[in-house]
């Protein structure tokens, strides 16, 4: 059974740091899009950061492009996001979730995820 198990959320001050972590089980991420996904109260769903073995390229959202960091390793099959500079806008429920034999961007454009972790909560405020 494919499962994803997200960690590493919580209360952090403008400015600081977190990072999650993505377990996978059941499957092997080599072959799957792995992609960090955070929803706000009363906001859409947001794609935030996104990594496949399929495609060299690493995808980011605009607004946290040289803020956070997706790495994956495959020895733990578990992907990580680092995140520094928080800011209040960034808190949400943190997801991860895959899209088997997928580059990020097809992913993200035709829904291709179909594994979803429960969420981590990062709250960012002082």
């Known amino acids: 059974q494919l499962q994803l198990v997200e960690s590493g959320g919580g209360l952090v001050q403008p400015g600081g740091s977190l990072r999650l972590s993505c377990a996978a089980s059941g499957f092997t991420l080599d072959y799957y899009a792995i992609g960090w996904f955070r929803q706000a109260p009363g906001k859409e769903r947001e794609g935030v950061s996104c990594?496949?073995?399929?495609?060299?390229?690493?995808y980011y959202a605009d607004s946290v492009k040289g803020r956070f960091t997706i790495s994956r390793d495959n020895a733990k099959n578990t992907v990580y996001l680092q995140m520094n500079s928080l800011k209040a806008e960034d808190t949400a429920v943190y997801y991860c979730?895959?899209?088997?034999?997928?580059?990020?961007?097809?992913?993200?454009?035709?829904?291709?995820?179909?594994?979803w972790g429960q969420g981590t909560q990062v709250t960012v405020s002082s």
């Open positions: 990594t496949s073995n399929l495609d060299s390229n690493l």
């Open positions: 979730a895959a899209a088997p034999f997928s580059q990020c961007g097809l992913a993200y454009s035709k829904s291709l995820f179909t594994s």
